[in-house]
């Protein structure tokens, strides 16, 4: 019994295979056979756009965040002290030169008036020394002019004994060879000889008496000599450790004013890390951001970076400034990017950004605009002002390859139908005609085009989804489309295939210029 039911399930399958298969080739030999019985496009619904002028450009699309164009960390180079005060909070606005928070000054304070006691102290000190020093001079001064004149005295003396035997010598030498008396002659001889004995011992006082002097002189100029160094030496000495002590004075007052933390720049506090009783060891203790101008800080990735250059013009669009455009220009472009990798066994994975980092100078101010809004930005690349443009959907290429666009013939739908159907709108056909085109610049929705032939108000046809003939569609399309598929209609509008993750580029840009 099982055995017959089996045989009966799959007849039942096996006919009901065929029913289907050959209803399919039924309704595909109908498509074709009514295709090219008609022999010509048909369009039972469509759309329209009518041809007019606009502006076009074409621009690379990101995503970023919008920051103060300019920021300031506060700290301060005080350290290991004990917040007293706290000023301000998180969203004040504050203008350059507000205190922003005090320490605690009593220890510092301490400091300061000991330092002033001891740069009194070096000053005594060094008053002292230097009026010792200056003393011992004055006293090697005057012991050198006293004992030079005494010496001088001496040594004159002594040249004057030396001198006055000389002269006694040379009298008695005279006598001696005048003498014609012997004895007369033999008295003088013995005196001559006495003379020349005192003479040596003369000539060798006078020499004492000079190397006496230079000697002292020497020694007491020597004496000036120290004693003026030990002036000089007091004197420097005096000055180094007044100089020193009136530091710590002043490091000690630097300290006290650095117990006031000031705003460097006016804007509004938007990061605050103490609070009152900390301890602050070093470190930012606010931020301030000037909310008078602001940047955008994106991500292009590699494709579209090389079309980047510094002062291309951007349009900006932020939620909370509605659909107002805001114009911005590029002031920043990274020369690398940024990527990360971590290896672990055999596995590697990484994580890496294939974007640039661009800043954005936002050049409209606005109000309404805050740091941390999400900007879409677009840079432009290229302009085309008043020109033709239509959907890249309306774009065609005949049979020989040219570049067109279908209008409606409106004289054609004039004419009246003669099976008197004109009024049967479902029934009515399209009339339309070809017009060659040539393709300029085009955006992400836009194609600028031009020709001879182009008009003002012309009503440009758009393939919809529910067209139903035409001479490039081949029957696969019919197959699918009976079974609720959707047949590839081509380019779509703005197509990238790239994808769109947020702050990535989209070299096509934006459609027709924004504000037109």
């Not at 971590?342 to 954005?360: C, H, P, R």
Request: aromatic share 4%; net charge negative.
């Amino acid at each position: 019994m099982k055995k017959i039911i089996k045989k009966h399930r799959k007849k039942i399958i096996v006919i009901a295979v065929i029913i289907i298969v050959v209803f399919i080739v039924g309704v595909i030999a109908s498509k074709v056979f009514a295709g090219k019985k008609n022999g010509e496009k048909t369009i039972k619904k469509e759309n329209t756009v009518t041809l007019s002028k606009m502006n076009l450009t074409t621009s690379v699309s990101a995503t970023g965040t919008i920051n103060s164009a300019k920021s300031k960390n506060i700290s301060s180079e005080s350290n290991g002290v004990k917040v007293s005060k706290v000023n301000v909070q998180v969203g004040d606005t504050v203008k350059k030169g507000d205190v922003i928070l005090t320490f605690d000054k009593s220890d510092l304070q301490e400091a300061l008036e000991e330092a002033n006691e001891n740069l009194t102290e070096a000053k005594s000190e060094a008053s002292k020394s230097i009026s010792k020093a200056g003393k011992q001079l004055s006293e090697a001064k005057s012991d050198y002019s006293s004992q030079k004149t005494k010496l001088a005295k001496k040594t004159a003396e002594a040249k004057s004994d030396l001198s006055s035997i000389k002269s006694q010598i040379s009298t008695i030498k005279k006598k001696i060879n005048k003498s014609k008396n012997g004895q007369t002659k033999t008295q003088l001889e013995e005196q001559l000889t006495k003379l020349q004995e005192q003479l040596t011992q003369a000539q060798s006082a006078y020499e004492q008496a000079v190397e006496n002097e230079e000697n002292t002189n020497k020694q007491n100029s020597n004496s000036i000599d120290n004693a003026s160094d030990s002036v000089e030496d007091a004197e420097t000495n005096g000055n180094k450790t007044i100089k020193e002590a009136e530091n710590k004075v002043k490091e000690a007052k630097d300290n006290l004013e650095k117990c006031t933390v000031k705003a460097t720049m006016s804007g509004v506090v938007t990061v605050l890390n103490v609070e009152a009783g900390d301890t602050y060891s070093g470190g930012t203790i606010a931020q301030i951001d000037d909310t008078s101008s602001f940047t955008v800080t994106t991500s292009v990735d590699e494709y579209d970076i090389s079309k980047l250059e510094k002062g291309q013009k951007v349009i900006i669009l932020t939620e909370a400034t509605d659909e107002d455009e805001l114009e911005g220009e590029i002031t920043f472009i990274s020369p690398s990017t940024n990527s990360s990798s971590t290896q672990s066994d055999n596995m590697q994975s990484s994580s890496a950004s294939s974007g640039y980092e661009v800043k954005i100078k936002i050049k409209t101010a606005d109000d309404r605009l805050r740091m941390g809004l999400t900007a879409k930005c677009s840079i432009v690349l290229s302009e085309a002002t008043d020109v033709f443009a239509v959907p890249y959907d309306a774009i065609h290429k005949d049979a020989d390859g040219n570049t067109v666009i279908y209008v409606k013939d409106q004289t054609a739908n004039n004419v009246e139908n003669t099976t008197g159907a004109s009024d049967n709108k479902e029934n009515q056909q399209t009339a339309q005609k070809e017009v060659k085109v040539t393709k300029g610049m085009e955006s992400d929705y836009y194609v600028e085009i031009s020709g001879d032939d182009l008009q003002e108000g012309m009503q440009v046809i758009i393939p919809s989804d529910e067209t139903t003939a035409s001479d490039d569609k081949n029957d696969s399309d019919d197959f699918s489309s009976m079974f609720g598929g959707k047949a590839p209609s081509g380019d779509m509008p703005g197509g990238n295939s790239q994808g769109g993750n947020p702050g990535g580029g989209n070299s096509r840009g934006g459609g027709p210029a924004m504000g037109n």
